[in-house]
């Protein structure tokens, strides 16, 4: 695997992760009791916390890459190669 596949499988799972971790932990104004009156969402959160979000869900998908790595590594499953000519 390349130094640009890795970072191109990384990214992919950072972003499937931050969509995960997104929701978690989360108040909505309704839930809250909070009136947001006119033109704001009920739904939207209190406080989404983003900076600890992003912080989340970047270790976890350094350790989803990293057991995705050595399984790679190890040999433990095969991906195809693909021709350097495209």
Known sequence: ??????????????W???FAVLPLGTISHA???IDKGDGG???APVD?????????????SAVVFGVFWL???????HLPRLPSGL
């Open 1 to 14: 695997m390349s130094w640009f596949t890795g970072v191109a499988i990384y990214l992919t799972i950072w």
């Open 16 to 18: 499937t992760v931050l």
């Open 31 to 33: 839930e809250a009791g």
């Open 41 to 43: 969402d009920p739904g």
């Open 48 to 60: 989404p916390k983003l900076k600890r979000k992003f912080f989340t869900t970047t270790w976890i």
């Open 71 to 77: 399984v790679l590594k190890l040999q433990i499953i």
